[in-house]
């Protein structure tokens, strides 16, 4: 499967609501652009979590294109998917990799967004590019979550260093960055506990593991990744904001796209904090984990529409 | 800052006070904010759309009876409805008389397992039930051990079978073993699972029709959002569900997926979770989540924290002095210093409607600097000057003017600000709750809340809103022209 059709396959809910959504609003050959029509798209953007603003936005942008107008359903798409690319638009898509000795990739966000699943998956995906893996169980915090690392960790086939229950978490860090320098490992990616944004002292607590990282390598960590659940409404703009803060991030991992849920918050996300979406997972296994492509993302969300 | 805080409560307040009667347009616009309100916390569209029309019924068919301000009827009983859709309050946990059981199921990560502990502590605390376990999460790795830690620190038992791969039967076996060793009272952790996934929803089915659980409570991530109505709807359909729990309140989030799940399930809301530690449960209470949801800041509560903005000691002697009539500059300038602490901003604005844009609120720091410079005004005047701004003639002026690095006409149109002002603010001295919240739209329209725009409205002369470039251009401009006559003094 080419990975425009696994974007597809992944987001193939989100198409067919938003699509039989839309082609509701066209009962014949076309329908009358006027407060009622501007209402029902509006309706059908909020859904998708983008939040009343920029729903409100492009349903204005609509508006003033096609108010008075009895519209094709193709104009109208190609209307809200340009608007849609415009505030999605990104190329710094790619992840950093340092230009010699390991990478390390720190991971962050709420509880229970998919951080440490989403770590196995990453490090999947490089065993498969044969790259060498270390990671760093850095949730010394939740029950058994070193557990849950280790076990992913045997299942990819990648390396763990370990910290003690309740011990610090930056000392993890600093003794998987050792061991990726030490081996020779390729990539190092840190899992670390999921809090909320509002928890002043352990945001504090991620801003010191990001400078323990760059303790042995000047440069780490070279990415931060936020996770964010595809589910999670406006709150996930606080999250980014919020962790951006304290931990620098330089991307995000929407997760559990394989649901009901569309994940549209990305959008405002994309608007305020310029973070972009480097992933996006789609399944509780090693391999559901995708690059996100804008375009695709778009392009996917209304594949169906029209036709 | 200033900027952004003074639109929204004129906005909160022009639409929800601003008449002396309810009409039928006004009360339109004070809901639309509502609504605005409620879609940012996340409730979803439709139920928006069904409970927006609950509440118009309702405060049309109260207009006749108005005898209240406007606002406080609008927002009375918007949150009113809020706390009826959210109720009624059913936090008990009911017992049989051999084996209770159970189940708690949901999305992945929604905080099932935690909560499992979390009900387990509870039991043990509030009755002398034994409680057990049980692991049936068979998917997510390390999901048993997750439980059998969380057993051990709760030093109660914990049901596993390493050997199946059926989640049915492990609950099956599971109260059997209960049954046998008398324990009352037993926790199915059930794994997470997507809504649209058959298979596993099927399963889920199977537990429920061959273990026949007593209660069954679906977990819902306090942070959902539009999709709650989805999986809710979908967990219903396939489940007898008995009631809800919604976690990880703890944050900012303004938990408005509750208000759909509630209306799409028609089950109680039995518990808030608002931590990651087992005592973190809450009985659910509706007033206060009705409150958060509704987010369309107390307006008496605003007035509260900001008339404590002044500390204690020093309000005293400001209401004393309010009260014979002497409010002077300083005073003035010592209620702004009091709405530059930062906390209390924070604080304001948490009362406040349609703040959800924190980041555009914390970014405009320009009208912090033009507030010092407003300060600086004051600063550069005499104490007598202070005291009677009416002493203040052109010569006065000009030197209060390059003392502060500001434009003589700033100088102006401060004290013309502060004489509209004055006599409003004496107006609060001692005035009930109702007239302060009149007292403070004035005040709005006078710029109390806003000391620094002012300034910069009259300097563009419009009334309309400027981007960041462009208010960042007028700084620049502005600042050029305070050098260049700088430098023009300097070369006198
Ligand atoms: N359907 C689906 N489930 C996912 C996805 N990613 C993670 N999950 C599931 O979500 C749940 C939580 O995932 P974790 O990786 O443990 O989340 P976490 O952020 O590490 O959680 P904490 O460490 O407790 O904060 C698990 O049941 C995962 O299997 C995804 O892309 N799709
Ligand atoms: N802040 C906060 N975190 C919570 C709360 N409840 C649970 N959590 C955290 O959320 C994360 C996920 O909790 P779990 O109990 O593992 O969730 P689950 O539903 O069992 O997850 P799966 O079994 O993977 O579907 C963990 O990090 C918990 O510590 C809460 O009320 N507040
Ligand atoms: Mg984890
Ligand atoms: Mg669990």
Redesign the interface.
Known sequence: MGLFDRVKAGLR?TAQLLSTDIRDLFKQQGRLVDDKFLTELF?IL????M???PAGSIRDQVGREYRGRVVEMTDLLASVKAKLLELMAQSDQELRLAASGPTVIMVVG?????KTTSIAKLASLFRGEGKRVVLGAGDT?????V??L???AE?VGAEIVKGEMGGDPASVAHRATARAVETGADICILDTA?R????ANLMQQLSKIRKVAGKLIPEAPHEVLLVL?A?????????A?GFSEAAGCTGIVLS?L?????GG?VIPIRQ??QLPVKFIGVG?GADDLMPFQPREFVEALFADAVK | MFESLQDGMRAALKTLTGKAKLTEANMREGLRLVE?SL????V???VVQSFMERVTAQAVGEKVLLSLDPSQQVVGIVHQQLIELLGPVDPSLPFREDVTVYMLCG?????K?TTTGKLAKLIQQESDKRVMLVAADL?????I??????GE?LGVAVYSDPNTKDPVKVCQDAVRKARQERIGVVILDTAGR???DRELMDELKRVENQVRPDKVFLVV?G??????V??ASAFNDALELDGVIMT?L?????G??LLSVKQVTGVPIKFIGTG?HLDALEPFRPEGMASRILGMGDILGLVDVARRAVDEKKRVELEERLRAGQFTLEDFRDQIMQFMKPGLMMKLMGLLPGM????QMMGSVDTEKDTKRLVGIIDSMTRAERRNPKLIDSSRRSRIARGAGVEPVEVTQLIKQFDVMAPLVQGMAGAGMAERLRKVRELQAGGLFNPGAQLMREKKGTGKRLSTKEKADLRKQRERELRRRKREERGR
Request: hydrophobic letters at 30%; glycine letters at 14%.
């Open positions: 809910r309706a909020v859904k998708t979590d939040g009343g603003g709420v509880n229970g967004s998919g915090f939740r029950a058994a979550a557990e849950q280790t076990i992913w299942r999921g909320l944004q509002t928890q659940d589910t999670a409404g406006q709150n996930a703009i606080s999250q904001k559990k394989d649901g009901t849920a569309k918050v305020q904090f509780e | 605005q879609l940012e916390a996340d979803s569209y439709e999305l992945q990560g929604s905080g397992t998917q997510r790795p390390a999901a051990q997750q439980l059998h830690v969380l620190q997507l809504a649209i991530d942070m959902t959002g539009q999709d709650a989805n999986s990880k703890d944050g900012d989030s303004r408005g997926a990651e959800g844009d924190l980041q």
